[in-house]
């Protein structure tokens, strides 16, 4: 066996998911003997056997990433409750196994998989998916990249060819429920993620879940955005957020207001008016980006 | 020798982890530290907060990068994306030199974000040294590989960890980053004398020190830098200083933070074994 097929074989057995003893299972998808492929691989010594060592590293594996998504969504956990959270999550790690050599891309697919999965999330899947944009979109703004701000004195400069761009760390989100009102319940601190080189001692489902009550549908529309490096969540206006949408698509300022405000009753000076503040205010907190 | 070629030829002394819940007493006592080791995977975003404190981090104190995910030990080739990240946040550094661990921990682009034992065999030391020349080329900085703490030993493993640990090094010509608290766990997890493992260290190649606390379970002890470093893992601490010289030491304290006080107190205990304070103490 060489490195390449001895690492294969090692990880293939590990990130199998613990029984709810938290023990390896008895058996792969394969119906493969765990035991005999711990045997063949790992050495026993006068206190454990081969499966046991093994093991060490399954619990690790397991313990690391369920901790690592524990933090990252607690809202989601909150919405589900902890039985269906883990259960959530495990199905969602043995299908999108990490592919990033950092833990904080850990949930990147995890909208798309509850997509496709609502299962795992019976009677509240609408807003399971929304609390996950949110607390994706929360990560996103956190560290993302901030280029140079547009400056707003250049408002005045602006023209119907004009093309805004928007701040990498801004994330729209057009919501159907309104997470955001359970997000600041669960989070009243300041989000932090490191990564360490130790060992992981503790199952994550041993730290409280937070009961929340859930909100009923309403259409919410939400920018996640960062300032002087803290994320911070604003609710638009339907026009508003629209108008931002068609801004951040590419589209040239005249064609995004023709899109996003269609015909209207309000005279052309309110809407004037209207527009100035929305830009005005937009530019203050840096959502623009200098143009390219 | 304090300072070395796989050091970038620096003389720091004793540091401690630079941990979130110790940014505020660090932004508003500025206390003296020799300086900070940070885990390069934090900082190797786009912006927002983490770069912001770093680069007031930087503007205060000397900062040595380590990093948790290069998995040197892998068979598959490095990870681009992270390589071209790692430079750019060792240019916003200016480390003096680079550590990650003698590992593995990725499989087909699949990622455990554990650090999984080596099996000890040449054909592994030979594609792991070949990763670590690869990785300095292109990082142009010195490397330095930790020896990791471990719970599993493979049938395969045609030598011990510290003949492989010298393989590995002599064949990339890179330092060491010598963790006397995991050569204390794996002793105890796999029977062997600790001593035994330092003696065989190459000296002259150890480019810095990590000391930590661990926890002691029924059947194996478990690397879990959450407690103060132990009476054997200073000796063993005592004895690398006298084999190496006075070297610049890190105390790895990562889960169940005390207060900053408490953490750097516990590391500067290091002092205490350092050639001066030996020779006052007789």
Request: charged share 25%.
């Amino acid at each position: 066996m060489n490195l390449e097929q001895l690492q294969r074989a090692v990880f293939e057995v590990t990130r199998q998911p613990l029984t709810p003893a938290e023990r390896m299972r008895p058996r792969l998808p394969d119906g493969r003997s765990t035991r005999e492929i711990a045997n063949a691989l790992i050495k026993p010594n006068d206190r454990m056997t081969s499966v046991e060592r093994l093991q060490v590293y399954s619990q690790q594996y397991w313990f690391r990433i369920l901790a690592s998504m524990a933090e990252d969504f607690p809202g989601l956990r909150a919405i589900l409750g902890q039985r269906k959270f883990d259960k959530l999550l495990v199905a969602y790690l043995n299908e999108c196994p990490s592919e990033s050599f950092t833990l904080r891309n850990l949930g990147a697919r995890l909208e798309a998989w509850l997509r496709v999965h609502r299962e795992f999330a019976p009677g509240v899947e609408r807003l399971a998916i929304d609390m996950v944009r949110l607390e994706w979109a929360h990560i996103e703004a956190f560290d993302g990249a901030e280029l140079p701000r547009f400056n707003p004195h250049d408002l005045s400069k602006l023209c119907g060819k004009t093309v805004f761009r928007l701040q990498p760390y801004l994330h729209p989100l057009d919501l159907s429920y309104p997470v955001d009102d359970v997000f600041f319940e669960i989070r009243k601190t300041e989000h932090d993620s490191n990564m360490v080189s130790n060992a992981v001692v503790e199952f994550p489902r041993k730290s409280r879940t937070r009961r929340v009550s859930l909100p009923k549908p309403r259409k919410v529309d939400l920018v996640v955005y960062r300032l002087d490096g803290s994320v911070y969540l604003k609710r638009l206006t339907r026009d508003a957020f629209s108008l931002l949408q068609a801004l951040g698509q590419g589209n040239p300022l005249e064609k995004a207001l023709e899109t996003s405000l269609p015909r209207t009753r309000r005279s052309v000076d309110h809407l004037t008016e209207q527009l100035r503040e929305w830009f005005e205010n937009w530019a203050s907190l840096g959502w623009f980006a200098q143009q390219a | 020798m304090p300072a070395n070629r796989f050091n970038g030829n620096s003389d720091y002394g004793v540091g401690i982890g630079l941990r979130v819940p110790h940014y505020q007493h660090i932004f508003k006592k500025k206390p003296v530290v020799d300086w900070f080791e940070i885990i390069s995977e934090n900082f190797m975003v786009d912006g927002g907060r983490p770069l912001e404190i770093l680069d007031q981090i930087l503007e205060r104190y000397r900062v040595v990068q380590h990093g948790v995910s290069m998995y040197f030990g892998s068979a598959e080739p490095l990870n681009r994306e992270h390589l071209a990240r790692l430079k750019l946040l060792v240019k916003r550094t200016k480390t003096p030199w680079l550590t990650d661990h003698l590992c593995w921990g990725s499989v087909d682009g699949r990622y455990t974000h554990d650090l999984l034992p080596m099996p000890y065999t040449f054909e592994a030391a030979r594609k792991t040294a070949q990763k670590i020349r690869e990785a300095r080329d292109f990082l142009e900085v010195p490397i330095a590989v930790e020896n990791v703490s471990s719970y599993a030993e493979f049938h395969v493993s045609e030598m011990t960890e510290w003949e492989f640990l010298n393989e590995v090094v002599e064949d990339a010509d890179c330092g060491i980053l010598l963790d006397v608290n995991n050569i204390y766990v794996s002793s105890q997890n796999h029977n062997f004398d600790p001593f035994e493992y330092l003696h065989s260290v190459p000296a002259e190649r150890v480019a810095q020190i990590h000391i930590a606390g661990h926890s002691k379970y029924r059947k194996f002890i478990l690397d879990t830098h959450d407690h103060p470093v132990i009476d054997p893992v200073w000796a063993l601490y005592a004895r690398a200083i006298e084999l190496a010289g006075p070297t610049a030491t890190l105390l790895e304290w990562d889960d169940r933070i005390p207060s900053f006080q408490e953490v750097h107190r516990e590391a500067l205990k290091a002092q205490r074994y350092l050639p001066g304070q030996l020779r006052e103490a007789s």
